[in-house]
Structure formats: C-alpha cells, structure tokens
Nanobody, 120 residues
C-alpha cells in the first residue's frame, strides 16, 4: 500500500505565499508523475501542476507564473511553492501520484488533501 501525506496548507492573506509538501511512503519501486490538484467548494477537481520523472512539468493557466512544482526523488516528496496567492486559489489541494509501480501493479494514488484559504 502507498500513502500520500500532504502538509503546508493554511490561511494566508492575498498576495502571500505558501509551500505545500506531499510525501509518498510505502512499498513501491518508482513513481512516474507527482502533482497537485485542487477542488473549491461547488467546483470540480482541477489540475494545478504536475512533475514527471522525465523532468517535464505542467501548470494550469490559472497558476502559471505564480507556482513552482519540484520533486525530491530521494525523499519521494513533491512540493508546490505558491506565490501571489489570490482568493480564488482557495481550495482543498490534493496530492496525486501517478504510475506508481509496486510488485503487483501500477496505480494512481491520492492524498487526503490540505486546505488552502486565501483571505484578508
């Protein structure tokens, strides 16, 4: 079994910054892609950013230029640095690990989410 544990969410004022972390633990040999998604109240879950093991990153237009995703492969951890935060960034942020290879299969996993609230 693979677990994803997010941290770093909280309340921040508009224009502020936050750094989210997500650590993967369990028994697996590799993770192809790790990323962040978010879901605001009444809205569908949407992509924020992803980072593949081939070094490719992808950002949604809504966060491009304000967020940076990075991975620490030694720690199986993905980070999301968010700057110039806006009230519309308020959401539950979920970590995703895709293409996780274990001895039996290749699967995707989700974390439980961390709340980010941008408000004055």
């Amino acid at each position: 079994q693979v677990q994803l544990v997010e941290s770093g969410g909280g309340l921040v004022q508009p224009g502020g910054s936050l750094r989210l972390s997500c650590a993967a633990s369990g028994t697996f040999s590799s993770i192809y892609v790790m990323g962040w998604y978010r879901q605001a109240p009444g809205k569908q879950r949407e992509l924020v950013a992803t980072s593949s093991s081939r070094g490719m990153t992808n950002y949604s237009d809504s966060v491009k230029g304000r967020c940076t995703i990075s991975r620490d492969y030694a720690k199986n951890t993905v980070y999301l640095e968010m700057n110039s935060l806006k009230p519309e960034d308020t959401a539950v942020y979920y970590c995703n690990a895709g293409g996780v290879r274990t001895w039996s299969d290749v699967r995707n996993y989700w974390g439980r989410g961390t709340q980010v609230t941008v408000s004055s």
